[in-house]
């Protein structure tokens, strides 16, 4: 069993954030990285899909300029067997449908029995280029997984999805095919000093894309951060009785919820 893990490298949680110049992006001169958090899950759950099976291979993908390779080399660390690294040093640049192509052109030929992606990054937050990934390669997906039914794997898979207003689905998808892998399915694994020592050794696969070939209608136009105001009232002047009576009116004439 193969599987294709897609994982990319995102600005660190912590980070006080500042525009750049261009107001297009973040600006990430002074900015530490780290591995997008549902993307970390997908790997998580590949090697325990993989596991699970008694043997098969999990290769990983990132998308980026070289700093990627940061991601890429803790993904060997986990235990993955090897990556491919989609070289694109303005990756911030491009839409969800030019990162699915560039992948699904890097990854087409590994005829992988399944493809994990995190359920969205956490930086822009689409959530679509999974589903787009699943388009290109012609396969099945299922998106906002919560479990993978290991037992089951043969010629299909079947997983447990989350869907709205605390409903969920089982559902059983033929291979090959892709799920989109939710948080918090499972505790994932630190890199062991033997894993960091191994990657080392693991191959890394480098490829150019050709971006002009498939232009995209989508760009961002402007990031900005929300303005911040403040519109206290004080009511009753003093008096909590009057304060509560004036609330009341408020809530029903103006905010409508009573």
């Known amino acids: 069993m193969k599987i294709i893990v897609l994982m990319k490298q995102v600005a660190n949680k912590d980070a006080v954030l500042r525009i750049a110049a261009d107001e297009k992006w973040i600006n990430e001169a002074d900015i530490s ?20 099976k008694g043997g098969g291979e999990v290769v990983v993908c990132s998308l980026g300029p070289q700093s990627a390779k940061t991601v890429i080399k803790d993904a060997l660390a986990r235990g993955a067997d090897r990556a ?4 694109v040093d303005d990756s911030k640049s491009l839409s969800s449908y030019q990162i699915a192509r560039a ?10 029995d399944l493809v994990f992606t ?13 589903v787009i990934l699943a388009e290109l ?3 099945p997906h299922a998106t906002i997984v919560i479990e993978v039914e290991k037992a089951s794997i043969g010629e299909s898979i079947r997983v447990k999805r989350e869907l709205e207003s605390g409903w ?7 291979l090959p095919s892709l799920l989109t892998i939710q948080s918090g399915i499972s505790q994932i694994r630190y890199a062991s000093l033997k894993g960091i020592m191994a990657a080392k050794k693991k191959e890394i696969r480098e490829v150019t894309p050709t971006l002009d070939a498939f232009a995209s209608a989508a760009k961002i136009e402007k990031v900005y951060l929300p303005l911040k105001s403040k519109q206290t009232q004080m009511l009753g002047n003093g008096d909590a009785k009057a304060g509560a009576v004036e609330l009341v009116e408020k809530l029903k004439n103006e905010v409508r919820v009573i």
């Open 33 to 52: 990285q780290q591995t997008n958090e549902s993307d970390g899950y997908a790997l998580e759950e590949a090697l325990r899909t993989v596991e699970a």
């Open 84 to 87: 491919i690294h989609v070289v």
């Open 168 to 174: 969920y689905q089982w559902f059983t998808y033929k």
């Open 137 to 139: 390669l012609g396969i």
């Open 103 to 112: 992948i699904a052109d890097a990854i087409r030929e590994e005829n992988a």
């Open 118 to 130: 995190g359920l969205q990054s956490d930086d822009a937050s689409y959530g679509q280029t999974g």
